[in-house]
């Protein structure tokens, strides 16, 4: 094909693109795991207030427990996104850890599962480019408490121009109290047996 008809149907790609928001409209955006930014060239994330709420179930969560997260769209709001990229983090260390824990109950004709530093299901996007006012996903914690307070960071992309990058939620606190209880009902448990035994003499 020669060069100029090459460059003509590259740039009709490219305002195709723009138009219709659809460059990877199944979420296969491994990529952006690290950043989670969008690759919309020329345009940039927008300085504007989002309009997307970023909720959790809970304030807490203990290893291996799980917790519904939640993006929708502000209330009253005629916004609507067409993608997104979710995962969590934590704020351990010097520089945010990710990606935390795993994604859970995928559907697949929703949502797109991404493997982030090879961790399965990780991270989660959209299947398709379909719109959208409400996503809600259920997030397992990982099942030692090595992560400390974590947190959970979306983009969300309302189309090919307008999008917002690491809508973060509130911190959520690790609540290892589970795990002390525990222990001491092991520990009173044993201390009654041996009690039971010296008794028996």
């Known amino acids: 094909m020669p060069l100029k008809a090459t460059m003509s149907l590259l740039a009709v790609m490219c305002v195709w693109c723009v138009e219709e928001g659809v460059c990877f409209p199944n979420g296969s955006v491994a990529f952006s795991c690290d950043s989670m930014m969008p690759v919309h060239p020329p345009y940039t994330p927008s300085t504007s207030s989002p309009p997307f709420t970023l909720s959790t179930s809970s304030a807490t969560y203990k290893p291996g427990g799980v917790i519904t997260v939640t993006v929708?769209?502000?209330?009253?709001?005629?916004?609507?996104?067409?993608?997104?990229?979710?995962?969590?983090?934590?704020?351990?260390?010097?520089?945010?850890?990710?990606?935390?824990?795993?994604?859970?109950?995928?559907?697949?004709?929703?949502?797109?599962?991404?493997?982030?530093?090879?961790?399965?299901?990780?991270?989660v996007s959209q299947a398709s480019g379909a719109k959208?006012?409400?996503?809600?996903?259920?997030?397992?914690?990982?099942?030692?408490?090595?992560?400390?307070?974590?947190?959970?960071?979306?983009?969300?992309?309302?189309?090919y121009t307008s999008f917002w990058v690491q809508l973060n939620s509130n911190s959520l606190r690790l609540d290892n109290s589970g795990s002390s209880t525990d222990g001491v009902f092991s520990l009173s448990a044993l201390l009654f047996i041996n009690l039971l035994s010296l008794s028996a003499y």
């Open 72 to 123: 929708e769209v502000v209330k009253n709001s005629p916004t609507e996104f067409q993608g997104f990229l979710l995962q969590a983090r934590s704020r351990e260390g010097p520089a945010p850890l990710w990606p935390v824990g795993k994604f859970t109950d995928i559907d697949a004709a929703v949502f797109t599962a991404l493997h982030c530093k090879n961790m399965e299901n990780s991270t």
């Open 132 to 159: 959208k006012k409400k996503v809600q996903l259920t997030w397992e914690a990982p099942s030692n408490s090595n992560y400390g307070d974590i947190y959970f960071s979306a983009t969300l992309v309302e189309d």
